[in-house]
């Protein structure tokens, strides 16, 4: 390659990135906004998010564009080739992220303000704390191209599911306690399945990285909390 074309090589590279990026910064907003407005019973914020969705949907097409110029052009290898399957990987993974965080903002409209149940709340609340942390970490780790950071966030995710099995349970206690907590209950044990399920794509993305990095992928199961009961009925 000529000196030009080795820096407009790497500027495309560097405009992939900057992509995910802004894809990760949405993603983690569109999270934030749809547990606050799952806490706060908040409908307009809640519509905002269904409505901001489409935003992140449309980065990811770019990101898959921009990919596959890039392939076609560039007949990239080794290395370079990794960063542009894993952007790819990401996008795809972020994209869902905030199909989640559409879904909870769908069932916060849903429920519109009915029963609600202020501790178990605070439980979902903790849950997608959590959840946040990992995401926001294993972009950081994703950023700095930092391998042992993204091995962290996948060794904590049984910590989510461990959360999201003990919320289960509790919410199965208040609606054979009392009818009139069904409803509010079924949205919520969705709303915190898909919390949790955003823990997962933050390991698929920990795993990508150290992909990325190293090269390898890992030959081990990742690490999960015994959730089987609470992910069969939550129809996971």
Known sequence: MTNHTVVAYDQELKELAGRIAEMGGLAEGLVTDAVTALVRGDTTLAQKVVATDARLDRLQHIVEEQAILIIARRQPMALDLRHIFVAMRLAGDLERVGDLAKSIAKRVIAMNGGVRLKSVLIGVEHLAEIALEQLKAVLDAYAAQDSDAA???????????????????ELLTYMMEDPRNLTFCIHLLFCAKNIERIG?????????????????SYEDERPKADASIASTIAGS
Do not use: K, M, P, W
């Open 151 to 169: 091995i962290v966030v996948r060794d904590r995710d049984e910590q989510i599911d461990a959360l999201y099995t003990s919320l289960f349970r």
């Open 200 to 216: 997962d794509h933050a390991t698929n993305i920990a795993e990508s990285v150290h992909y990325v990095v190293t090269g390898r």
